[in-house]
T-cell receptor, first 110, second 115 residues
Framework: GIQVEQSPPDLILQEGANSTLRCNFS?????LQWFHQNPWGQLINLFY???GTKQNGRLSATTVATERYSLLYISSSQTTDSGVYFC????????????FGKGTKLSVIP | DSGVTQTPKHLITATGQRVTLRCSPR?????VYWYQQSLDQGLQFLIQ???????AKGNILERFSAQQFPDLHSELNLSSLELGDSALYFC??????????????FGPGTRLTVL
């Protein structure tokens, strides 16, 4: 099946800094999503982005499908950005075997 | 608050038993999704329903089943429980029919412990 690798596994930032999280995948995809799970366990669906670029406030995401990676940018990070960021993909063709990466744990310190 | 509610918050049961988890979607959302998050398997997508009909099936075991009722709430039934079924079960809802393309709003989860 499709492999998903996220990097870095852990990231510690000072409040106000910018960061880039990466998601590499092993095959072509027709679905790619980014999720955030805060330290209290709440999941938030950030982006559906199988290709192209999207922005939502301080967060933006870019997927380069031909090169099999996606990037999540966080600008001017805040302590509320802390948590784990997951990337998830599925290869399409009627398949809904969504494969999640292991996540990037982000800690934003004041 | 996402507007998605899940009950119960916690559930402790024994191996071999059957449990039912309940989810009420956000007002106006017609799609409901179920996910499992365990220490061993990480996050997994289980199944999606839209307006009462199954739309997308993920890694759902045969021992598990779900349904969505006319009032749009959904139930996930887990039977012949095993220790490995211990996990956090999330429900999410979205507006549209196509799986994953709309923003999903997640409930707080039900933590299931199988002893």
């Amino acid at each position: 099946g499709i492999q998903v690798e996220q990097s870095p596994p852990d990231l510690i930032l000072q409040e106000g800094a910018n960061s880039t999280l990466r998601c590499n995948f092993s095959d072509s995809v027709n679905n790619l999503q980014w999720f955030h799970q805060n330290p209290w366990g709440q999941l938030i669906n950030l982006f559906y982005i199988p290709s192209g670029t999207k922005q939502n406030g301080r967060l933006s995401a870019t997927t380069v499908a031909t090169e099999r990676y996606s990037l999540l940018y966080i600008s001017s990070s805040q302590t509320t950005d802390s948590g784990v960021y997951f990337c998830a993909v599925d290869s399409g063709a009627g398949s809904y075997q969504l494969t999640f990466g292991k996540g990037t744990k982000l800690s934003v310190i004041p | 608050d996402s507007g998605v509610t899940q009950t119960p918050k916690h559930l402790i049961t024994a191996t071999g038993q059957r449990v039912t988890l309940r989810c009420s979607p956000r007002s106006g959302d017609l799609s409901v999704y179920w996910y499992q998050q365990s220490l061993d398997q990480g996050l997994q997508f289980l199944i999606q329903y839209y307006n009462g009909e199954e739309r997308a099936k993920g890694n759902i075991l045969e021992r598990f089943s779900a349904q969505q009722f006319p009032d749009l709430h959904s139930e996930l039934n887990l039977s012949s429980l095993e220790l490995g079924d211990s996990a956090l079960y999330f429900c999410a809802s979205s507006a549209g029919i196509q799986a994953f393309t709309d923003t999903q709003y997640f409930g707080p989860g039900t933590r299931l412990t199988v002893l």
